[in-house]
């Protein structure tokens, strides 16, 4: 399946960033919901996969296209899970990366290494508003949670959270390391597999 036009339930330039990358070689044109003066809706459901389809339904019915939303999260175990799906608002609405990060960071102090944690993300591609049986995927990127954040790359908590295998925190990778190994990437492989087999 090719898709010829594909908005992006986004207004985060990073996360445009890396799906652009990610899409390039099977979607025609990939346009963001901020390009189209589309104003963000409010993620009420409770769920990563509810949070997803409530934005890809949004966005192909604004933009008249087929639309791909992402609803992704840290989860922490020492945290039992948080800050999961409010993630971005962690710290409040509106709250900045920087602040989020400080408010994981004080609610981890106390907490001994390692600080097991995971990325997870899920995909919801529509192909308009009322489209019955939506793709949806999703993809978990295992890793630990370091109390210094290192690296000036990437977005959210990418600054502490550390890839063991790579002896690196996200934000030191490139983005084409972090688009090999990222949940994002994980779960844009199962789907580029879905879309194959259509």
């Known amino acids: 399946m090719v898709i010829q036009r594909l908005v992006i339930a986004t207004h985060n330039a990073g996360k445009l960033a890396e799906f652009e990358l990610l899409l390039a070689d099977f979607v025609g044109e990939v346009i963001s919901q901020?390009?189209?003066?589309?104003?963000a809706i409010a993620e009420t459901?409770?769920?990563?996969?509810?949070?997803?389809?409530?934005?890809?339904?949004?966005?192909a019915k604004r933009a008249q296209c087929a639309a791909l939303a992402d609803d992704s999260g840290l989860e922490v175990d020492a945290l039992e899970g948080a800050p999961g799906v409010y993630s971005a608002r962690y710290a409040g609405d509106g709250a900045s990366d920087a602040v989020n990060n400080a408010r994981l960071l004080d609610a981890l102090r106390a907490s001994p290494a390692p600080r097991t944690a995971r990325y997870r993300t899920v995909l919801a591609l529509v192909s308009g508003p009322e489209d019955p049986t939506p793709m949806i995927v999703q993809g978990v990127w295992e890793g630990e949670i370091v109390l210094e954040p290192r690296g000036q790359n990437g977005f959210g908590y990418d600054p502490l959270f550390w890839v063991p295998a790579l002896g690196k925190t996200a934000a030191e990778l490139s983005l084409q390391e972090k688009n090999e190994l990222s949940h994002r990437a994980q779960a844009m492989r199962s789907l580029q597999a879905r879309l194959a087999s259509e």
């Open 45 to 59: 459901e409770s769920t990563f996969v509810g949070n997803a389809l409530l934005k890809a339904r949004y966005a």
């Open 34 to 39: 901020r390009e189209l003066g589309i104003p």
